[in-house]
């Protein structure tokens, strides 16, 4: 199984709410990953955990806050959000984040639409 | 900086023949490289992988090669399927698993 899911699967919101997108994986994987995909760009890293704690972060904005409750979820909190934050949020995981040969398995995404 | 690029957007091909999907990438420390496809609507899916002590690696129906010298890797479908219509991304896994992609090739084929 290498099943990585992610909801909701779209999502609308306007500039003053708060929601928040999850990711699940049960391959026993202890790296996680959120991603930013822009119509016809490749995915863009935003924020890696290893082993549930945060390890990378590529200068994300305060307004995007990734959370990790354990080795199998992993959330990102929205809030504030602008327009052009509109994108693909994809969710991976892989063994481990330490190793540069782990594949990493993507989930489907989440379709984020701000007004 | 460093990184992966395509040298075709979009690649379209008849069905049944054989496709061939290029890459170049420029970090020469670089040991490991994927490729993804990628439907429309969904999140990338892993085809298949290969580190840089191979040059060469099949799986079925594909086939990656990788050409350390000039720092190339193509991927190629063989007997192309309307299934196999969407866009195809190489990755290279950087140290800490971070994963810099190319800038994709859309394949479609032509029933």
């Known amino acids: 199984d290498t099943e990585v899911t992610q909801t909701p699967k779209h999502l609308v919101m306007g500039m003053t709410n708060k929601k928040s997108l999850k990711c699940e994986q049960h391959?026993?994987?202890?790296?996680m990953y959120w991603y930013k995909q822009k119509a016809k760009k490749p995915p863009e890293l935003m924020f890696v955990?290893?082993?549930?704690?945060?390890?990378i972060n590529e200068s994300v904005p305060s307004r995007f806050s990734p959370e990790c409750p354990n080795s199998s979820l992993l959330n990102l909190h929205l809030h504030a959000l602008q327009p052009e934050d509109s994108a693909l949020y994809l969710c991976?995981?892989?063994?481990?984040?330490?190793?540069?040969?782990?594949?990493?398995?993507f989930g489907p995404g989440t379709r984020l639409t701000v007004l | 900086g460093e990184n992966v690029g395509l040298h075709l957007p979009t690649l379209s091909v008849q069905e049944g023949d054989n496709s061939i999907i290029n890459c170049a990438y420029s970090?020469?420390?670089?040991?490991?490289f994927i490729w993804y496809k990628q439907e429309s609507g969904k999140g990338p899916q892993f085809i298949i992988d290969?580190?840089?002590?191979?040059d060469k690696r099949q799986g079925q129906r594909v086939t990656v090669l990788l050409n350390k010298t000039v720092k190339h890797l193509s991927l190629q479908i063989a007997a192309t399927q309307p299934g196999d219509s969407a866009v195809y991304f190489c990755?290279?896994?950087?140290?800490?698993?971070?994963?810099?992609f190319g800038g994709g090739t859309r394949l479609m084929v032509k029933p």
């Open positions: 990755a290279e896994n950087n140290a800490g698993n971070m994963l810099t």
């Open positions: 290969i580190r840089s002590n191979m």
């Open positions: 955990y290893s082993y549930e704690k945060l390890s």
């Open positions: 991976a995981s892989s063994w481990s984040g330490g190793r540069n040969t782990d594949t990493q398995y």
């Open positions: 970090n020469s420390a670089s040991d490991y």
């Open positions: 391959m026993g994987h202890r790296a």
